[in-house]
């Protein structure tokens, strides 16, 4: 099965960019890898998405390399509403499952 | 704009009860998934249903079952419930399983204990 490894969290501050990266092995040649956001008592909800290379919408961006074994989401200028979880989704190779990562615990200081 | 709703919100049980857990999407959409969610574990798929008549096994089944009872409406059960099915669960539709570039859409969750 494939599996992915986020960190546990990360700290900033407001208006700095933040980068978190998801390892991911195995995973499904030709599915798309998947990001959602997820604040307390909610629902993840889904930011961003992408194949190869880079995809930018107007709340982040997403870089993946050639070799597709991770992926990187990217907050520009972070504001404190940005306090939140972030998962990865990946489909496993072979196979029609999809995965979440462990997820990655963002808090942003004033 | 309702999206994903899921009955009841929150639900105290004891163990060995039984009890559904209700989930409709007014989206249309063709698939629909149950996960649940313990600190440090992130998302854990239990079942999905990929289309109306169709279920499948996900990463974590036992203990539970599922029905797709018609396009709008999955469910899931708990038979005999086990401390160890205390989670927050949560119901997500997408509009075809097949395409993986289609976002899923989460309900709320429904926070449920066993005693």
């Known amino acids: 099965l494939a599996k992915t490894t986020q960190p546990i969290s990360m700290d900033s501050y407001e208006g700095q960019e933040v980068n978190i990266t998801c390892s991911h092995n195995?995973?499904?040649?030709?599915?798309?890898i998947t990001w959602y956001q997820q604040f307390p008592s909610q629902g993840p909800r889904f930011i961003i998405q992408?194949?190869?290379t880079k995809v930018t919408n107007e709340v982040a961006s997403l870089f993946i390399p050639a070799d597709r074994k991770s992926s990187t989401l990217s907050l520009p200028r972070v504001s404190l509403s940005d306090t939140a979880v972030y998962y990865c989704l990946v489909g496993v190779y072979n196979t029609d499952k999809l995965i979440f990562g462990t997820g990655t615990r963002l808090q942003v200081f004033p | 704009n309702a999206g994903v709703t899921q009955t009841p919100k929150f639900q105290v049980l004891k163990t060995g009860q039984s009890m559904t857990l209700q989930c409709a999407q007014d989206m249309n959409h063709n698939s629909m998934y149950w996960y649940r969610q313990d600190p440090g574990m992130g998302l854990r798929l239990i079942y999905y249903s990929a289309s109306e008549g169709t279920t499948d096994k996900g990463e974590v089944p036992n203990g539970y079952n599922v029905s797709r009872l018609n396009k709008r409406e999955f469910s899931l059960r708990l038979e005999s419930a086990a401390p160890s099915q205390t989670s927050v669960y949560f119901c997500a539709s997408s509009e075809d399983h097949s395409l993986s570039n289609q976002p899923q859409h989460f309900g709320d969750g429904t926070r449920l204990s066993i005693l």
């Open positions: 992408g194949y190869k």
């Open positions: 195995n995973i499904a040649t030709n599915d798309y």
